[in-house]
């Protein structure tokens, strides 16, 4: 006999974890699938997780909705007030201070694990959410009068929705024919961390060159020493003859790709070389199913946004699916899930079209291309008005117009 639930997500990640915590305190009942154990074990600092978030205003404000971000110990978290974008083949530059733009700070740095292990600790202090851990999908059944689901451990889930959650290789969009638009970046980002010489100043550092896009992302300092993560993007030969080289040889190309800004001292995490592809589901509901997060979209990581634009799904489905609820709804109606898409789509192109158009900007070594883009740049630099909303947008408090 199947157990019946209100809905059901698929992924329990950052995105899944944070929707089931924020549905579940509406009263709805959840079933929570994830082929992961739940168990998230943490590096000790300053031996910090090479895979990190950049973390929004919105996005902070959702998790403090969801009591995760309270548990969060500050050591492990680190906020920045200040962006430094400049171009590695000349002179131009932008500055983003969180001062100029009347806000506490730009954003935070938190590592995924530690995200993923508080939300997992709220997910478990809900009685309203069942937790079907180490499990898969077999096989599921979808229409407007609700879904069906079976498990590989044979338990037989009813709701009146699925909430595919499942990440960038979604198995739900597949199996459900979702037409998606996607092409290869034509780069693989490197990430680990690294223990630098001086402090990195609250700031996250980025450029521009003839040796990639790259990120220098601050995290806590430990014992007056410094650390930041690194989020290095290259063509694919390039990235792996950057993995090939030993320790101190990366770290001298890490050293002249930052334009010798920062002594490299050594790596603390072994580095991860990931392929990066964007993608979009050109749809995000059929009836009884919706698409979040990196199921419904991937982005090049150069901005940070990817967490932000997964959350920024999150608000969008359960302020839809909250308020059908109280008027009594079916959660699985096409006409209900399609408010969430109408609500979610055209600020993740947006922000994914802006994305591609500033990797080709960059990318480009062509001389008149270069001396142009700086000259941008300059005029952007001191084009305030414009900055702040550039900010805001990228904080979450303001939507692409």
């Known amino acids: 006999m199947a157990k019946s639930y209100d809905l059901i997500i698929v992924g329990a990640g950052m995105v899944g974890a944070l929707s089931a915590i924020l549905l579940a305190k509406s009263s709805l009942r959840i079933a929570l699938v994830d082929k992961h154990d739940g168990e998230y074990r943490l590096s000790t ?125 979604s198995k739900l969009r597949s199996e459900n024919a979702f037409d998606t638009v996607e092409w290869d970046y034509g780069h693989h980002a490197i990430v680990t961390t690294i223990e630098i010489a001086q402090s990195h100043e609250n700031t996250a550092w980025q450029s521009f060159g003839e040796e990639g896009i790259l990120a220098f992302l601050p995290l806590p300092s430990v014992n007056q020493k410094h650390f930041v993560s690194i989020v290095w993007s ?65 982005i090049h990581p150069l901005a940070g946004q990817g967490a932000n634009l997964g959350f920024g799904d999150v608000k969008a489905l359960v302020e839809v699916l909250e308020k059908a609820y109280r008027r009594g709804e079916h959660l699985g109606a096409s006409k209900v899930l399609r408010r969430y898409q109408r609500a979610r789509m055209l600020d993740n192109i947006a922000m994914a079209a802006g994305m591609e158009s500033f990797k080709r900007l960059f990318s480009t070594q062509q001389p008149l291309v270069v001396q142009l883009r700086n000259i941008g740049m300059k005029q952007f630099n001191q084009g305030e008005s414009l900055k702040k909303k550039l900010v805001a947008r990228a904080a979450g408090l303001s939507s692409f117009s």
């Open 45 to 169: 600092p300053p031996a910090y997780d090479a895979r990190v978030s950049a973390i929004s205003s919105q996005s902070k404000s959702l998790l403090e909705k969801a009591n995760v971000w309270q548990g969060i110990a500050h050591d492990r978290i680190a906020s920045y007030d200040n962006m430094v974008v400049w171009d590695g083949l000349g002179d131009g530059f932008i500055d983003f201070n969180a001062q100029a733009t009347a806000m506490p700070e730009l954003g935070h740095l938190v590592e995924n694990a530690v995200l993923n292990q508080q939300l997992m600790v709220q997910v478990q202090r809900l009685k309203n959410i069942d937790l079907y851990l180490g499990d898969t999908l077999e096989s599921h059944e979808l229409s407007e009068s609700g879904v069906r689901v079976e498990l590989t451990s044979g338990h037989m889930l009813d709701a009146q929705a699925i909430i595919a959650a499942d990440g960038a290789m």
């Open 234 to 298: 290259v063509p694919p030969k390039e990235a792996e003859s950057l993995m090939a080289l030993d320790e101190d040889a990366f770290c001298r190309r890490l050293h002249y790709a930052m334009n010798k800004r920062f002594d490299v001292l050594g790596l603390t995490q072994v580095r991860q070389a990931i392929p990066l592809r964007q993608r979009h589901a050109k749809q995000y509901v059929k009836a009884g199913l919706a698409l979040v997060g990196d199921a419904a979209h991937t």
